[in-house]
């Protein structure tokens, strides 16, 4: 790598959090933020599922940790920010990852359900923002990037939670954006587009639901998790120090249909 790519895209010397990183897209952007040279914290619910992930980050040659944690209770999400900070003396990248969706019809959406959604997309992203951002501000720099969804612009079928809490994740970028941008904290998010990921299963299992989608991605085909990697890369770098408050799709060309 040239000085200029590395001055502009390395992130040596730099701590991330990747929530909800130990599968699917989570775990491929926590690799692709070590292989730029960041040292990971790796987090998820189960604990027993983290150190395989630690252990590719440090294959990479990149120091890692793993932190369990629910991002669905503002204490754990708290603890979670407070040890991430905790564990090299600075949290530089947080990357708000973590999500889950329930898909019934509306009229059949249970309020445990929207809770649950609610709680750990929205509830838990806001909480991380505000601790993190606390610790980012004081420095006078700091890189978020929520992770939002196609959702984010469109309403979905038979996901009501999961269509509202991500539509408000690219609100609350931007709201924090206003906020933190002219004090060195850039705020943007990421729009996945269909990805093959565990939350998509139902959708790739259902043959007619998978024919509509793919025949509306200009790609033709569905995303894959290392898709993602350029764009957090990025956004996580100093090639986006102007970038503030964006909601940035990686979707084969969907939004353009």
């Not at 997309?121 to 890189?143: E, I, P, Q, W, Y």
């Not at 079928?157 to 609350?172: D, E, F, M, N, R």
């Not at 933190?180 to 998509?200: C, E, H, L």
Request: glycine share 12%.
């Amino acid at each position: 790598m040239s000085n200029y790519l590395q001055q502009k895209f390395g992130l040596a010397g730099k701590v991330a959090l990747v929530t909800g990183s130990s599968q699917g897209l989570g775990r491929s952007m926590a690799l692709a933020l070590a292989q730029a040279g960041a040292d990971v914290i790796i987090n998820g619910r189960d604990a027993s599922k983290l150190g395989a992930v630690v252990a590719e980050v440090e294959k990479l040659g990149r120091r890692a940790v793993g932190i369990a944690a629910d991002l669905g209770k503002r204490e754990d999400v708290q603890r979670l920010i407070d040890q991430a900070i905790a564990w090299q003396g600075h949290l530089d990248i947080l990357v708000n990852n973590a999500g889950l969706i329930k898909r019934t019809p509306a009229v059949d959406h249970s309020d445990a359900d929207w809770d649950l959604v609610l709680g750990v997309n929205l509830d838990g992203v806001f909480t991380a923002c505000r601790a993190a951002g606390k610790h980012m501000l004081a420095r006078g720099s700091g890189k978020i990037i929520n992770i939002a969804s196609l959702l984010t612009f469109f309403g979905g079928i038979t996901v009501p939670g999961y269509a509202a809490s991500k539509g408000a994740v690219g609100q609350l970028t931007k709201a924090l954006s206003n906020e933190w941008s002219s004090k060195g904290v850039n705020v943007n998010a990421i729009s996945p587009g269909y990805m093959r990921t565990d939350n998509t299963a139902a959708l790739q299992a259902d043959a007619v639901r998978s024919k509509e989608i793919l025949s509306r991605i200009p790609a033709n085909r569905w995303g894959e998790p290392g898709d993602m990697d350029g764009a957090i890369v990025f956004l996580a770098s100093a090639a986006s120090d102007y970038l503030s408050g964006i909601v940035m799709p990686v979707d084969g060309g969907w939004c353009g249909r």
